[in-house]
């Protein structure tokens, strides 16, 4: 199984959260904050098959990093991930708004420009306006809403667009989320801890810990764990094998 969206450069040890989830087979997407991390970031991936890393520029760090715009050009052609981008709307990023927007739009245009990319994408308090910026892309097939906590209509709308969502034991925890992860299409769901900084119990998360999603995910469909394991599975494989290099390790 994979861990879609993890932040691993931001663990206290990155090496040993490495090794461990390397130990235990537990694959996972290693997600950048700014364009200037990707270096540090990429190398622990370097001789662990089962890590991944994505180049990103997180909306709330797009007023300060937004000049690393280039720097994310000169990164994108590494690796088939990207992430993590978007839009938050939340009242301590308004303030830049328009750098976010300018940001997510120069991303999603280079996105498109050419290979798939494979997208995790934050859209906290912002869903209806990522979803309108991802209708003016519709060359970006694969999106994967991270943690997505719009409306039920906003929900329906992303299905329709075709978005995948990571959802994690952080947002099963609470019953908003459980609900939209109720009315996912089960073949669109994927798993993610989005630690260190998603908590649970007041507990980092580590990349492991997706199992923790698991009983939650099949109790609301209704089949077993192993059965919803498999599923999640499938889900994954459908991701990745049709994205050129996905599977193979990017170079660093
Ligand atoms: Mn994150």
Same mark, same amino acid.
């Given at each position: 199984?994979?861990?879609?969206? +993890?932040?691993?450069?931001l663990y206290q040890s990155p090496p040993a959260v490495a090794d461990?989830?390397? %130990?235990? /087979? ?20 370097? /001789? ?8 990103? $520029?997180? &909306? ?19 690796? &088939? ?11 301590? +990023?308004?303030? =830049?708004?328009? @750098?976010?927007?300018?940001? =997510?739009? #120069? ?7 050419? @290979? ?5 994408? #934050?859209?906290? %308090? ?18 994967i809403l991270h943690w997505f906590s719009g409306s039920r209509s ?10 995948? =969502?990571?959802?994690? &034991?952080?947002?099963?925890? /609470?019953?908003?989320?459980? @609900? ?14 989005? /630690? ?8 980092? $998360? ?47």
């Amino acid at each position: 199984m994979i861990d879609f969206h +993890c932040h691993l450069d931001l663990y206290q040890s990155p090496p040993a959260v490495a090794d461990e989830s390397q %130990r235990r /087979g537990v694959g996972l997407l290693s997600i950048t904050t700014t364009p200037s991390a990707w270096s540090g970031t990429a190398r622990l991936a370097e /001789g662990r098959s089962a890590i991944r890393t994505a180049i990103g $520029l997180h &909306p709330q760090l797009a007023g300060q990093r937004k000049h690393e715009l280039a720097l994310f050009d000169r990164y994108l052609a590494n690796t &088939p991930f990207v992430g993590e981008v978007g839009l938050d709307g939340s009242p301590e +990023c308004r303030p =830049f708004w328009g @750098d976010q927007l300018e940001v =997510f739009d #120069h991303v999603l245009q280079a996105c498109s420009a050419g @290979d798939e990319k494979v997208i995790s994408i #934050h859209s906290r %308090r912002a869903a209806k306006d990522v979803l309108d910026q991802l209708d003016r892309y519709d060359r970006i097939k694969t999106p994967i809403l991270h943690w997505f906590s719009g409306s039920r209509s906003q929900l329906e709308r992303a299905v329709g667009r075709g978005c995948w =969502f990571s959802v994690g &034991p952080a947002m099963l925890a /609470g019953a908003k989320g459980r @609900d939209l992860v109720a009315d996912m299409p089960n073949d669109k769901v994927l798993l993610e801890t989005d /630690g260190p900084f998603a908590q649970v119990r007041r507990q980092g $998360l580590n990349p492991w810990d997706i199992t923790a999603a698991l009983g939650p995910i099949a109790e609301l469909w209704g089949v077993t764990v192993h059965e919803a394991q498999q599923r999640i599975e499938a889900n994954e494989r459908a991701l990745l094998t049709p994205v050129p290099g996905a599977l193979r390790r990017p170079a660093t």
